[in-house]
């Protein structure tokens, strides 16, 4: 999680309904756009899961998991303009990783822009509670620190998120590898189609979540800018 500086020396004595508070009207409209777009999973046609048999030569994915009202199937850069059905598979297989990542930093935004954070330190003489918000954290953390992440980050792209063959895995995006259920097999088939729809319309709208808070961050230092128009400005930094 990204951190953030305290502006006040006295940030260890804030109540905790105050910071409560603030991380209530972060979400509120930070999530507003992804719960909009997450509901489209429920309001969509049954969608069905991409067929083994398919022929491995040009083709469309109107049916694809994924293409629903109201914008229903839209590929305005035309990346599928003569792909396969292997085209397709990676660029879902991206579209899902990057969509759990956004998910998490979101998330992560979100909480560390409340105030939370981590007791003790994240480097020696560096406590969780110095590291500010967002991209600022890029600046502060010790250019060791941010070599482990990198690090950290590979291994998990090389080791452990991916796709297995031959372990049982059902869909593009099913990391479970064997090793992971938490009751996923007891779903019909129709449940699971609705679960990952409403995961990849969370990946979507948090991807946007996050560009939008970066964007905003750099432009005027208020990524919660939503909040400061209804009234309820969120202190960043």
Avoid at 91 to 102: A, N, T, Y
Wanted: hydrophobic share 50%.
């Amino acid at each position: 999680l990204h951190m953030r500086v305290t502006a006040r020396a006295n940030h260890s004595t804030v109540p905790a309904r105050n910071r409560a508070a603030r991380l209530t009207h972060s979400i509120s409209a930070v999530m507003f756009a992804q719960i909009l777009v997450s509901a489209l999973a429920f309001n969509g046609p049954a969608m069905r899961a991409p067929s083994a048999s398919r022929s491995a030569v040009s083709m469309g994915f109107e049916s694809e998991l994924g293409a629903q009202p109201p914008l229903g199937f839209i590929d305005p850069l035309n990346l599928l303009d003569g792909a396969d059905q292997e085209r397709f598979d990676r660029l879902r297989f991206v579209e899902i990783k990057h969509g759990r990542i956004c998910m998490l930093a979101v998330l992560g935004h979100v909480v560390t822009s409340a105030g939370i954070r981590l007791p003790g330190e994240l480097a020696y003489g560096l406590p969780f509670a110095d590291v500010p918000t967002g991209l600022a954290a890029l600046s502060v953390v010790p250019a060791a620190g941010l070599a482990q992440i990198f690090a950290f980050v590979g291994f998990l792209e090389l080791a452990v998120m991916k796709d297995i063959e031959g372990t049982g895995n059902e869909f593009v995006g099913d990391f479970r590898n064997g090793a992971l259920d938490f009751g996923w097999d007891s779903f019909d088939e129709e449940t699971k189609l609705s679960k990952r729809a409403i995961e990849l319309n969370n990946g979507r709208a948090a991807q946007m979540g996050i560009l939008a808070l970066m964007v905003h961050e750099k432009l005027d230092g208020n990524p919660y800018i939503i909040n400061s128009l209804l009234g309820s400005p969120v202190a960043f930094n």
